[in-house]
């Protein structure tokens, strides 16, 4: 039965010897990542096609990887959970992507796009990765302006920009409110392009349920095919996990519903490490939750932050309407606080402001959990065309899904979980500690620390695909033997027999709960203790809550059907079952980091103004967790040993963050 | 702080579904009644389906399966019929973003999978949608492999066109054109991305390959022909305009006189 945890230590062990090796490059920052593609090993092209990737997602990392290792010449399958690879949750990214293109004139520049991400992510990135991607930022953009992608022009024919967070230039480069969809619709169809050249194989509809590692190697995936049931395996050279974040733990999320961790988890029970798993972002323009029914969240792009003013009323609960609101009785908290960055500060920030309003009473809206976000003055200014022009997309969704036209009312939002910092470890090859499993896009941990700067999402998943995976990879293909395997092999066997027997159980299970009840619930206890403020005994109570709820879904889920069919409350039914076990480590990770940075909010460490405060002294590391043989734990729960990734800042002097 | 629960109990709508079942591409399909009481208004109908499925999983039924995702109406997954209508009553309206202050309690409401030749049915509600990644396999893109492009504003666009072209670009490849068109024709799908890349300079070398790749497709999946009904523009969820398909008979035309048609192993390479 479950255990109450004491403390926080006895939670999991702290391995002895660390097995990171980060292989960064050594020299000048500006140099390192051309002095790495030159030691890297090179295939040469007639051996390429000797080589089969497996790429796992089609989203803007998955599409980008699998199209440029096509192009290059070697042989690749794609796995999509989707329909067709279009589908995967970039697409809903709203908006834009940077680049250090520095085109406004105003500023910008390679270093500053770096200087500006370690900053953001409050000092928890590598600094040699952070600065690749800011590198090759300018190059993303060249390539998706010759792939077709629409990007906003100016009249003379020029790209435009707009700001983001946390940033004092404009770099951001985007398509409407669809910013995410265009970007994606470019990798698909240089993909969908590779898939009419014979080059890929698609499998549409396809879930990755296990890896195959044989002789430390990851050689291969299972996959259950979702519409016929059928488990099958697939051989090859390497693995490319490019399978997103884990947002959907907390079940109302701005995350589509099928984006899972299960992939990811997967690889992380063969072995490979999954780091910071506590950082998650919570992004503070959501519309907030209308009833208990709410499936998931809607995101409104933070770049409505660029003409949009965030405010509450001064009073405590007041209730008038925001018109009768007079503007000496109304707190612009974000230009008050933070008078140099006003409403365009971190997300991590604005998020925990909004909280702090809602705490102290100021919320508004029918259950006070909400902050206005209005464009009354950017109306004023420059006319409602304009702001249509700029946001009218925005604008309509946020009409259909509350009814209120924010032309004349304003937005009312609150933060939702967004995107997640943390995932599977990898080195600067973004390979992980799995040899040949490569993780790319959000799915890996890398590029963004505590906290990640907006329109930085869409740039990371294209430079890892685009950029860094074509060169990387080929280390590993010239560098290792790599005999052949087949699926004969026992170790896709004994993987294929664990994804049956997992499916089988949850199909036999014959409960009285939904799965869909579980989750919710799972939801609301890593909301409620692993969400914008943590503390110790919210964190302990959590773990017992988890554990507990974990038995109970295990004995008592209903998913009806079979396995032979469409059956979405099967695939559901798997991915909450991870989620279970990911939820412990998250509430572990949170417990043992001590200190306050970026989107982990520790109350117990926090400045007088009510800011993260960090510990470098103690915490100035990646905490990358090592899942031990289940059985270890009581009643068979799974227990993690602590590696840690020691991280150094000799281009960006480690400061408390400040956006005043 | 809890993620909250305030639920506006009063004003709960009392509906009769009607909802297409089908076991299998193969299986015969039908509809089947189900009375739904005290739905939300602000429910999205995505929603009311999920609260639908609770209540059948808990009287030991199989819940009806549709195709979802995003749900903020980007993805292009979700769809389905909904009174005759693809994505139901409201105009640029996908199913996830159709919210159920739209009906009345008292109504009766069918839903039905997109039907077309070449969508079947693979369970309930949820088609197969392949075809259309066969189309832009053919010619659905620039071919430019990454590494070659040069400096981003080295093309100079004219505002106008950039942003006719991120009208058509704009589809989100749900398939309602389809569904909504009595011939079952792409043309809506398969001309906004020909005006999408041939309104732009880094789409023009292609333009001609392109177009009659991806027809050449279009016709061998079994899709009709445009007969000017514009029902598909009605239907689109984000409003693409028939204007493309004009733009795609233009292209196929002046390609059909000028080029020679693509071999079988495929256009644009």
């Not at chain 1, 990737?53 to 980008?64: R, T, Y």
Request: charged share 25%; aromatic share 8%.
């Amino acid at each position: 039965m479950q255990t109450t945890s004491k403390s926080p230590s006895d939670l999991f062990t702290r391995a002895t010897t660390s097995r990171l090796d980060s292989k960064c490059p050594t020299g000048p920052m500006a140099e390192r990542w051309d002095k790495h593609r030159f030691e890297l090993k090179l295939v040469n092209p007639a051996n390429k096609r000797k080589f089969h990737a497996l790429v796992v997602g089609s989203g803007l990392a998955g599409a980008s990887a699998a199209a440029s290792l096509a192009e290059l010449g070697y042989q690749v399958s794609v796995f999509s959970i989707h329909d067709s690879p279009r589908r995967a949750h970039s697409i809903a990214a709203q908006g834009g992507i940077n680049a250090a293109k520095n085109y406004p004139n105003d500023g910008d520049s390679v270093r500053r796009l770096f200087y500006d991400t370690v900053k953001g992510g409050d000092f928890r990135a590598r600094e040699s990765n952070v600065h690749r991607l800011a590198q090759v930022s300018n190059a993303i953009i060249d390539q998706c302006v010759a792939q077709g992608v629409p990007f906003a022009r100016e009249y003379g024919g020029l790209l435009d920009n707009r700001s983001f967070g946390g940033a004092q230039v404009s770099r951001t480069f985007y398509a409407r409110g669809q910013t995410g969809q265009q970007l994606l619709l470019g990798a698909y169809q240089s993909l969908m392009r590779q898939v009419g050249l014979g080059k890929v194989t698609l499998h549409a509809r396809h879930e990755m349920l296990d890896l195959v590692v044989v002789d430390g190697v990851a050689r291969g995936i299972v996959t259950r095919d979702v519409v016929s049931g059928e488990i099958e395996s697939h051989a090859g050279d390497a693995v490319l996990l490019c399978t997103g974040g884990y947002g959907n733990v907390f079940y109302l999320s701005t995350n589509a519903k099928k984006s899972n961790v299960t992939a990811a988890w997967r690889a992380h029970k063969r072995g490979a490490l999954f780091a910071n798993p506590c950082f998650t972002q919570i992004h503070p323009t959501c519309i907030p939750v209308s009833g208990s029914h709410q499936s998931k969240l809607t995101l409104m792009s933070e770049s409505l932050r660029n003409d949009g003013r965030v405010w509450v009323p001064a009073k405590k609960g007041d209730s008038r309407s925001a018109d009768q609101i007079p503007e000496s009785e109304r707190d612009y908290y974000l230009e008050r606080r933070y008078p140099s960055f006003g409403n365009l500060v971190p997300r991590d920030i604005a998020s925990r402001a909004a909280k702090q309003m809602v705490d102290d009473g100021r919320g508004v809206g029918g259950n006070g959990m909400s902050v206005f976000l209005d464009f009354r003055d950017a109306i004023q200014r420059e006319g409602a065309d304009k702001i249509r022009e700029r946001y009218g997309n925005l604008f309509q969704m946020y009409e259909r899904i509350t009814a209120d036209d924010p032309y004349r009312i304003p937005m009312r939002i609150y933060p939702a979980v967004h995107y997640t910092m943390g995932g599977l470890w990898v080195d600067y090859n973004l390979e992980s500690t799995v040899p040949g499993l490569f993780v790319l896009g959000e799915a890996n941990f890398s590029d963004h620390g505590a906290n990640r700067l907006g329109a930085s999402a869409l740039m990371q998943g294209l430079a890892d695909g685009y950029f860094v995976i074509p060169y990387t990879i080929g280390a590993h293909f010239a560098g290792r033997k790599l005999p052949k395997v087949s699926t004969d092999h026992e170790a896709f066997r004994e993987a294929e027999a664990a994804v049956r027997a997992r499916v089988g159980k949850l199909l036999a299970t014959d409960g009285r709960r939904t799965v869909d009840q579980f989750h919710r619930q799972l939801g609301l206890v890593m909301w409620d203790h692993c969400g914008m403020g943590r503390n110790e005994s919210g964190l302990l109570a959590a773990l017992d809550k988890i554990r507990g709820l974990r038995e109970e879904f295990h004995a008592d889920v209903r998913v009806l059907g079979e396995n032979e069919s469409v059956n979405m409350s099967l695939e559901n039914a798997g991915r909450v079952a991870d989620y279970f076990e990911l939820a412990e480590l998250m509430v572990i990770d949170a417990l043992h980091r001590r200190e306050s940075c970026g989107g982990h909010f520790r109350e117990e460490y926090q400045t007088e103004e009510g800011e993260a405060r960090r510990d470098d002294e103690n915490f100035c590391y990646v905490a990358a967790w090592e899942h031990a043989a289940s059985g270890s734990g009581s009643g068979g729960a799974p227990r993690w040993s602590l590696h840690s990734e020691p991280l150094t800042f000799e281009e960006v002097k480690l400061t408390q963050r400040s956006y005043k | 702080m809890s993620a909250g629960h305030d639920d506006h109990g009063s004003g709960g709508l009392d509906l009769t579904l009607h909802i297409w079942r089908q076991e299998s591409s193969e299986a015969q399909g039908r509809f089947e009644t189900y009375p739904l009481h005290d739905v939300s208004p602000d429910m999205s109908f995505l929603e009311m389906l999920d609260v639908l499925n609770e209540q059948l999983v808990r009287e030991g039924r199989e819940p009806v399966e549709f195709d979802h995702d995003c749900r903020e109406g980007i993805c292009g997954s979700c769809g389905v019929m909904i009174n005759g209508q693809a994505h139901g009553p409201d105009r640029e309206t996908a199913t996830c973003q159709l919210h159920m202050r739209r009906f009345k309690s008292g109504e009766t409401i069918f839903i039905e999978p997109f039907r077309a030749r070449a969508f079947p049915v693979l369970r309930d509600l949820v088609v197969d949608r392949s075809a259309f990644d066969r189309i832009m396999s053919k010619g659905g893109f620039v071919s430019v492999n990454t590494g070659a492009a040069r400096d981003a504003n080295s093309i100079l666009i004219p505002k106008e066109n950039a942003d006719l072209a991120m009208d058509a670009a704009a589809c989100i490849g749900c398939g309602a054109c389809v569904a909504a068109c009595p011939n079952a024709a792409a043309m809506l799908f398969v001309g906004a991305k020909i005006s999408h890349l041939g309104l732009l300079p880094q789409g023009r070398p292609e333009r001609s390959r392109r177009v009659l790749a991806m027809v050449a497709q279009m016709d061998a999946e079994g899709f009709g022909n445009c007969g000017n009904i514009y029902e598909c523009e009605a239907a689109c969820p984000k409003a693409i305009s028939v204007e493309n398909i004009a733009r795609l008979n233009r292209d196929y035309l002046i390609a059909s006189a000028t080029e020679r048609p693509p071999t079988a192993s495929g256009g644009g390479a």
